[in-house]
């Protein structure tokens, strides 16, 4: 079946520094890529799209130049949390559609704590 | 726009009992999607069940069955014989034109021996 292999599954920074999760689709090609980050025992919530080749479309309240998006090709997206700080702490869960058939594939999820 | 509702943040079920678990949602699309996910301790998302809104069956998926209410915006979970692996948090979510998914509350669901 469909597989999005997300990395790191855990992650430590310090504060003002920047990080990178990678989601790459293993077996099929992933031409939206679905960004959610989820408080504990919350739901997910939906940061951003991204479709190959453009620019993400991002959720209202969530900042474009905080959470940079690349989808460069058509098997790997990444988010960037950039200048993180201890508020950005969370998991971070990518999720693809999976072609032919209307379904979802999701990461295993990034734990980021900033100290 | 599209909203999903559960109205239960814990159930609790007896190993081998059988429990419903409750969704309602929102939409003004007519070509929609609805799908309940289970969310173990590891966070990773594990597909349960995916019901088409133009089926008027309701899907099943070994012990885990739906009941959809179509008119009434209803799409409850039944999980059968209910085994201590089943305990998870429990999301009902759905995806219309936009092809996002769109996810319940969620329903913390504990399995007693």
């Known amino acids: 079946g469909a597989v999005v292999s997300q990395h790191p599954s855990r992650v430590i920074c310090k504060s003002g520094t920047s990080v990178k999760i990678e989601c790459r689709s293993l077996d099929f090609q992933a031409t939206t890529m679905f960004w959610y980050r989820q408080f504990p025992k919350q739901s997910l919530m939906l940061m951003a799209t991204s479709n190959e080749g453009s620019k993400a479309t991002y959720e209202q309240g969530v900042e474009k130049d905080k959470f940079l998006i690349n989808h460069a090709s058509l098997t790997l997206s990444t988010l960037t949390v950039t200048s993180a700080h201890p508020e950005d702490s969370s998991f971070y869960i990518c999720?693809?559609?999976?072609?032919?058939?209307?379904?979802?594939?999701f990461g295993s999820g990034t734990r980021l704590t900033v100290v | 726009a599209q909203t999903v509702t559960q109205s239960q943040p814990e159930m609790s079920v007896q190993e081998a009992e059988t429990v419903t678990l409750s969704c309602t949602y929102d939409t003004s699309e007519s070509d929609y999607y609805l799908f309940w996910y289970k969310q173990p301790p590891s966070r990773q998302m594990i597909l349960v069940i995916r019901q088409e809104a133009y089926k008027q069956q309701n899907a099943t998926e070994n012990r885990f069955s739906v009941n959809f209410q179509k008119a009434a915006k209803s799409f409850s979970l039944k999980i059968s014989d209910s085994q201590l692996g089943d305990a998870a948090m429990y999301f009902c979510?759905?995806?219309?034109?936009?092809?996002?998914?769109?996810f319940g509350s969620g329903t913390q669901l504990t399995v007693l021996p």
């Open positions: 979510a759905s995806s219309g034109s936009a092809r996002q998914l769109t």
């Open positions: 999720s693809a559609r999976t072609q032919g058939v209307h379904g979802y594939t």
